[in-house]
Every structure is written in structure tokens, then in C-alpha cells.
Nanobody, 126 residues
């Protein structure tokens, strides 16, 4: 059974940090690039970050560059999103997603991702 399960969301004060995890099961994890996306109420879904299949090439949206870090542990079938210096505008439901690709050293937030998790809520508020 193919499954993605996010965790690590919650309520945090502005300037705080959270670490999101996304555990994949039923996948040959190394065959997939992975992305993190978010959707705030009343807004369109936004690509946040992605990481390539191999060699950990990463990309970030301008809004999170320098504050968020994506990483993956293929041995644990898990991808992480370390979020620092959080702002109220980071409040959203965060989703991880996988895309099967032949590209080993690149990723794109514009690709059509094949599999999605159920999301985890991140709320940044004082």
C-alpha cells in the first residue's frame, strides 16, 4: 500500500522552529524526487521546497529561502523540512509529495507530483 504520512506540525510562536517529517511506505523511495507544498486558507497551493532523487539537489521558494531546509534519509524512507524563523504568513497545511522521475540530480516544484500525503497543520501565532 502506497502511503505518505506527515507529522511534526503544530502551533509555534513567530521566530520559532518546527521540523516536519514525511514517512513513505510502499515506495521504492530512491526513485522519487520529493516536494513540500503548503496551502493557506483561501489561497492556492504553493510549492515550498523540493529535493532530488540523488545527491540532494534542493530548491526553495523565495518566501522560505534561507529559513527552511529540506533533507531526505533514503534508508528511513523519510523526508524532512526544518523550518526556522517562522512567520505568521507560514501558517498553512503542509503536504509532502512524491514524483517518479528519471532525473537523478534535479527537482522542480512545477512538476506534476504523483502521490500526496494528508497534510499537517502549521500555525504560527503569538
Amino acid at each position: 500500500q502506497l502511503q505518505l504520512v506527515e507529522s511534526g506540525g503544530g502551533l509555534v510562536q513567530p521566530g520559532g522552529s518546527l521540523r516536519l517529517s514525511c514517512k513513505a511506505s510502499g515506495f521504492s523511495f530512491g526513485n522519487y524526487a520529493i516536494g513540500w507544498f503548503r496551502q493557506a486558507p483561501g489561497k492556492e497551493r504553493e510549492g515550498v521546497s523540493c529535493i532530488s532523487r540523488r545527491y540532494d539537489t534542493t530548491k526553495y521558494s523565495d518566501s522560505v529561502m534561507g529559513r527552511f531546509t529540506i533533507s531526505r534519509d533514503n534508508a528511513k524512507n523519510t523526508v524532512y523540512l526544518q523550518m526556522n524563523s517562522l512567520k505568521p504568513e507560514d501558517t498553512a497545511v503542509y503536504y509532502c509529495a512524491l514524483v517518479q522521475t528519471n532525473h537523478q540530480v534535479m527537482c522542480s516544484l512545477q512538476w506534476t507530483y504523483d502521490y500526496w500525503g494528508q497534510g499537517t497543520q502549521v500555525t504560527v501565532s503569538s
